[in-house]
Structure formats: structure tokens, C-alpha cells
């Protein structure tokens, strides 16, 4: 099982970024795929996530109308796209892929929002 993030990197205030994650070594389309980020000193925290064939998608209220999380099955990779970025955006930005009692996570991409 592999999940790898990229995308990331440095961008400047009211930049925008499209992070992707490429799943491999599971049945992508039958999971639950969200993206979580984790801020210097503070705890892991839910951004989004997405359905398993992808009709319905939640956020967190901090980047609602901001960032827009999608998933294509046909090529095992969900993708989330990230708007209007500010300073405190910038985190490390995991994948985690969830089903019943599994849960996988990928290693993190870390985005960086900085004039």
C-alpha cells in the first residue's frame, strides 16, 4: 500500500496550489479519501474529504470556499485544490484513505504560504 502526496511547495499569499495524492496497493475506488494537514507545534487536523466514487465532499470551515478536494478513480488519485492561500495555510498536507477498520496515510507534502 502506498499513498504519495506532491505538489507542495512555496507561494505567495492569495496564491494558489494543486496538491495530488497516488494511491497504489488497494482497491482505491471502494475507500474514503480525505487530506489532513499538521502545523509546527500544533495537532493534526481534517481539511477535507471525499466519498468513495466521489458525490459527496466536506470541509473544514477554515478553507470552505477556498480549497476543493476531487478524486479520479481511473487514474487512483485525488487531488486537492487549494485557493486564495494565506500564511497560517502553511502546514505539512497528508493523505489518509480510510474504509472500515483500514487507514492508510501517506508520507506529507509540506506547503509553505509566505511573501
Known amino acids: 500500500v502506498q499513498l504519495v502526496e506532491s505538489g507542495g511547495g512555496l507561494v505567495q499569499p492569495g496564491g494558489s496550489l494543486q496538491l495530488s495524492c497516488a494511491a497504489s496497493?488497494?482497491?482505491?475506488?471502494?475507500?474514503?479519501m480525505s487530506w489532513y494537514r499538521q502545523a509546527p507545534g500544533k495537532e493534526r487536523e481534517l481539511v477535507a474529504g471525499?466519498?468513495?466514487?466521489?458525490?459527496?465532499?466536506n470541509y473544514a470551515d477554515s478553507v470552505k470556499g477556498r480549497f476543493i478536494i476531487s478524486r479520479d478513480n481511473g487514474k487512483n488519485t485525488v487531488y486537492l485544490q487549494m485557493n486564495s492561500l494565506k500564511p497560517e495555510d502553511t502546514a505539512v498536507y497528508y493523505c489518509?484513505?480510510?474504509?472500515?477498520?483500514?487507514?492508510?496515510w501517506g508520507q506529507g507534502t509540506q506547503v509553505t504560504v509566505s511573501s
Open positions: 471525499i466519498t468513495s466514487a466521489g458525490g459527496s465532499t
Open positions: 496497493g488497494f482497491t482505491f475506488s471502494s475507500y474514503y
Open positions: 489518509k484513505a480510510r474504509r472500515l477498520n483500514w487507514e492508510y
